[in-house]
């Protein structure tokens, strides 16, 4: 039998070592969850959580979508203005997806347990946002292999619970002051960090049931700071955005129906919070603040919220003699 001679043990093991420092290091897997709710879905917390994250070149993060609320997971070129949803970065990744920084990706619109992963081949700051909320957005730092990590997965996972819980049972500040006769539709607030912005979103109509006398005007008013919403009877228009054809607007602007019977259709089209004139904010949807309703008919007239009464966002007025 031939014996390995210590000379030979020293050649073996500087071999070996060398061999090594040639292979490729093996890429890590990360983890993230994408936003949160409480367990009537009414919160909803419009966030990457957590929406900062080191790693190194080569690894892949995965994001998973933890709500009842929609979201897309995308990562615009530095420059590039932000699109809508509907036609992605323009287009939809593959899953899983690679970013360097050079072409968008994004996963299109996901629902609850699905997600994206998605590689990062090359070191850099890269910015993670959501096409359907404007203030939800994140970043992945991507450091060259030579650098230290200064988290690990348990740092984040515990990052995550902490930003989610506390998103989702901050107190709302005091609403805009409305008269008598009023529902505001939605209410949140928006939270700045370090790494972009996060928001807390209360999908619900604030004094959601209503009793009112026949020829009464119930104003509704957009308080959530960035979802839009609707305000539904019955049958929707074909284009939910916009308001239905027996809509007028008011000398101030806000938009007026008057309704004979619940059994009549109307829709507001999205109610939101006026748009900034800013570069980059997306001014493909149309808006207003307020929705005027005029019932003039008894009965029990019920309405929700086109993108949000499967959650729950719905609400009664009850119209008396």
């Given at each position: 039998m031939r014996i390995l001679t210590p000379l030979r043990h020293g050649a073996v093991a500087l071999l070996f070592i060398a061999l090594l420092l040639l292979a490729p290091l093996a890429s890590a897997q990360w983890t993230a969850t994408v936003g949160g709710e409480n367990k009537s879905m009414g919160r909803q917390a419009l966030a990457f959580l957590p929406n900062e994250i080191w790693i190194h070149a080569g690894d892949n993060v995965t994001w998973t979508l933890?709500?009842?609320?929609?979201?897309?997971?995308?990562?615009?070129t530095p420059k590039q203005?932000?699109?809508?949803?509907?036609?992605?970065?323009?287009?939809?990744?593959?899953?899983?997806?690679?970013?360097?920084?050079?072409?968008?990706?994004?996963?299109?619109?996901?629902?609850?347990?699905?997600?994206?992963?998605?590689?990062?081949?090359?070191?850099?700051n890269f910015r993670v946002a959501c096409l359907l909320h404007e203030n939800m957005e994140g970043v992945v730092h991507v450091l060259d292999a030579s650098q230290p990590l200064p988290h690990d997965q348990t740092f984040y996972n515990n990052e995550a619970t902490a930003e989610k819980g506390a998103l989702l049972t901050d107190d709302i500040p005091k609403q805009h002051h409305h008269t008598?006769?009023?529902?505001?539709?939605?209410?949140?607030?928006?939270?700045?960090?370090?790494?972009?912005?996060?928001?807390?979103?209360?999908?619900?109509?604030?004094?959601?049931?209503?009793?009112?006398?026949?020829?009464?005007?119930?104003?509704?008013?957009?308080?959530?700071?960035?979802?839009?919403?609707?305000?539904?009877?019955?049958?929707?228009?074909?284009?939910?955005?916009?308001?239905?054809?027996?809509v007028t607007v008011d000398a101030d602007g806000a938009l007026h129906v008057i309704l004979l019977s619940p059994s009549d259709s109307a829709s507001s089209g999205f109610v939101q919070a006026s748009y900034q004139d800013r570069q980059g904010r997306?001014?493909?949807?149309?808006?207003?603040?307020?929705?005027?309703?005029?019932?003039?008919?008894?009965?029990?007239?019920?309405?929700?919220?086109?993108?949000?009464?499967?959650?729950?966002?719905?609400?009664?007025?009850?119209?008396?003699?």
């Open positions: 933890n709500t009842d609320e929609p979201h897309t997971i995308t990562f615009l203005i932000r699109p809508s949803f509907a036609v992605g970065c323009p287009g939809f990744s593959g899953n899983p997806a690679t970013y360097d920084g050079t072409t968008c990706v994004t996963s299109n619109v996901l629902s609850n347990g699905q997600g994206l992963t998605v590689t990062f081949p090359t070191a850099g008598r006769g009023t529902v505001s539709v939605g209410a949140g607030e928006i939270v700045s960090t370090p790494a972009g912005s996060q928001t807390l979103s209360v999908m619900r109509y604030i004094s959601d049931a209503m009793t009112v006398h026949v020829g009464d005007t119930v104003e509704f008013n957009a308080d959530d700071p960035i979802t839009p919403h609707t305000i539904t009877f019955n049958t929707p228009p074909a284009n939910i955005t916009l308001p239905s054809k027996n997306a001014q493909s949807l149309p808006g207003t603040t307020r929705f005027r309703v005029t019932f003039a008919g008894a009965g029990t007239y019920q309405y929700f919220c086109l993108l949000h009464g499967v959650i729950g966002m719905t609400g009664t007025v009850t119209v008396v003699k």
